[in-house]
T-cell receptor, first 114, second 111 residues
């Protein structure tokens, strides 16, 4: 089944403790992206990648890092999480040039930073 | 800056009623997509429209792209509780642009 898999689904952590949220897709998509979703603010793009070793900032990149060492994986790294990073996070992917037709999203990671 | 405004923000109606939600912009989009998101899950793509004036149907859902490609509507006939969710519209300026998302319409269908 074609899908984007995120792990973990839920995570509670403390301020300052480094964490990684994983994202993997099995569709051979070149384009991958991370979003956060907050009430009243909608989906906001954090980082995106157009291919292996190519990453770029989205609208809200502060406090986050990403890497794209393999085509299928696009982990999101929070080096020193803070409470304002409590949010619902989604990974999405598409073939490059096919974003026009829409993204495939993962099921989300609900992160709470205390 | 391209923006997509969705209205209404919230809608609660009885099962069996019809409804329309809207997605508007002052910018022209090359394509417009509609997603449905259920609580605790990621958005799922319902449809993409790419031609001005285009109408697409998905069972009881009818999607229309405005003639000027600046707006879209989603009409649901005889709404059912399973239609409950957050409906997001999203647009692409051209084939290589990232997608812009609206903030969504939260729909609740009462049994």
């Amino acid at each position: 089944e074609a899908q984007v898999t995120q792990n973990p689904r839920y995570l509670i952590t403390v301020t300052g403790k480094k964490l990684t949220v994983t994202c993997s897709q099995n569709m051979n998509h070149e384009y991958m992206s991370w979003y956060r979703q907050d009430p009243g603010l909608g989906l906001r793009q954090i980082y995106y990648s157009m291919n292996v070793e190519v990453t770029d900032k989205g609208d809200v990149p502060e406090g986050y890092k990403v890497s794209r060492k393999e085509k299928r994986n696009f982990p999101l790294i929070l080096e020193s999480p803070s409470p304002n990073q409590t949010s619902l996070y989604f990974c999405a992917s598409s073939h490059l040039g096919d974003s026009y037709y829409g993204y495939t999203f993962g099921s989300g990671t609900r992160l709470t930073v205390v | 800056t391209q923006l997509l405004e969705q209205s209404p923000q919230f809608l609660s109606i009885q099962e069996g009623e019809n409804l329309t939600v809207y997605c508007n912009s002052s910018s022209v989009f090359s394509s417009l997509q509609w997603y449905r998101q259920e609580p605790g899950e990621g958005p799922v793509l319902l449809v993409t429209v790419v031609t001005g004036g285009e109408v697409k149907k998905l069972k009881r859902l009818t999607f229309q792209f405005g003639d000027a490609r600046k707006d879209s509507s989603l009409h649901i006939t005889a709404a059912q509780p399973g239609d409950t969710g957050l409906y997001l519209c999203a647009g692409a300026g051209n084939r290589d642009d990232k997608i812009i998302f609206g903030k969504g319409t939260r729909l609740h269908i009462l049994p």
